[in-house]
């Protein structure tokens, strides 16, 4: 099965850990290692280096050869512009095209998955993305969803619904696909919690090239049309000048919007498992997935906390000091030239201060 791991995104939320120089997915936010060097290594020695690819933007092309040097150089896409995931998965599909086989496209497995998660059980996860891989090939589904168990009502990410129990792998069951949903109120989140009906979408899913590509060939043809054209460049001399110049005018939209939406329910299946998943695309999100209880505090680098709760603090600073006293809720992150201070109810406002400050003479994101 090739893999491709998608590590493009900007990480604006999680700021100041998360810069334009060196976003989130190369950072070592959880322990000691990139969260883009976990993702490679829950799979390579599985899958072996030259089936993983990575989708990325072209300015940290040479930042991902430095960093994962045992990848071929073919298997790093780079993006010129950011055109959202519906642009980033097709043009992803279109390398993995040119390097199958014609008569492998609807037979072979693909599994996407993201750079900038964190896991810590990862023999689960490798055990549901082998089974999700045989139930594909054995052409059980055109498309296998890939969920977490949810711990609780997490309003803050998307949920898979479950269909009925259709058959066990590796002996865990797999269930029809009903619905995807994004962010639903607490209240929905709660309810199908409490029912077991839903999983949480962790956005990993195991397809086939030729399946995906039909998908894009039906939904959106102006995007393929434009796909199809970056294609047939692939290898060629003339591949950078096509890919300028096409890329940029496709539509910029979401993977979901574009194709999952409107996946057959009947082509498609979903597997879960207790994997440790959680994408800590925030800095509160960041502290409930390393210590999810509301009395504890996570902590980095040379840190005093007293009489507070329910807090983060990250220093970057080997040669500071940083003290919290009688907090609650707050995230405290000092680097060498930014501090944040932000309740957990305001995490929001972290973005929209970085996309208003872009370009000032305050410029926090570079």
């Known amino acids: 099965m090739k893999i491709i791991i998608f590590a493009g995104g900007s990480g604006r939320r999680l700021w100041p850990i998360s810069r334009k120089k060196s976003p989130k997915q190369f950072e070592p ?98 055990r549901v993305l082998d089974g999700a891989e ?56 709660q309810k199908m919690f409490a029912e077991n009906t839903h999983v949480w979408n962790t956005g990993y899913f195991v397809t086939t090239i030729g399946f995906v590509r039909k998908q894009y060939q039906q939904l959106q043809p102006t995007m393929w049309a434009g796909l199809k054209e970056i294609e047939d460049t692939i290898g060629q001399p003339n591949y950078r000048e096509t890919l300028h110049r096409v890329y940029p005018n496709l539509e910029s939209m979401s993977f979901d919007d574009a194709i999952l939406h409107h996946v057959n329910p009947a082509e498609a ?13 925030t800095l509160y999100a960041l502290k409930e997935a390393i210590d999810p209880d509301l009395k504890a505090n996570v902590t980095k680098g040379q840190v005093v906390v007293e009489e507070s709760s329910d807090c983060l603090v990250y220093n970057y600073e080997s040669d500071k000091l940083v003290t919290v006293i009688g907090l609650e809720g707050m995230i405290v992150v000092n680097t060498e030239d930014a501090i944040l201070v932000v309740h957990k109810d305001n995490i929001p406002l972290v973005k929209k201060m970085v996309d208003g400050l872009e370009g000032t003479d305050l410029e926090p994101y570079s």
């Not at 599985?46 to 990325?56: K, L, Q, R």
């Not at 299946?269 to 695309?281: I, N, R, T």
């Open 269 to 281: 299946l979903v597997l879960h498992g207790e994997m440790g998943w959680s994408d800590p695309g």
């Open 134 to 189: 045989k139930l594909v090939a054995n052409q059980k589904a055109k498309i296998l969803f890939i969920g977490e168990t949810p711990r609780f009502a997490n309003d803050q990410l998307g949920w898979i619904g479950l269909g009925e129990e259709k058959g066990t792998v590796n002996g865990r069951p797999y269930y029809g696909f009903q619905s995807l949903s994004y962010r639903p109120p607490l209240a929905a989140c």
């Open 29 to 126: 936010i959880i322990g000691e290692k990139s969260t883009l060097r976990l993702a490679v290594d829950r799979v390579a020695n599985v899958y072996g280096a030259e089936n993983i690819f990575i989708s990325t933007n072209e300015a940290y092309v040479d930042m991902i050869r430095d960093h994962l040097p045992e990848l071929p150089n073919a298997n790093i896409i780079g993006e010129p512009t950011r055109r959202d995931l519906a642009a980033a998965v097709g043009l992803a599909m279109a390398h993995l095209a040119k390097a199958t086989p014609a008569d492998a496209l609807d037979s072979e497995p693909v599994a996407i998955l993201w750079g900038d998660n964190y896991m810590d059980q990862v023999d689960v996860f490798r």
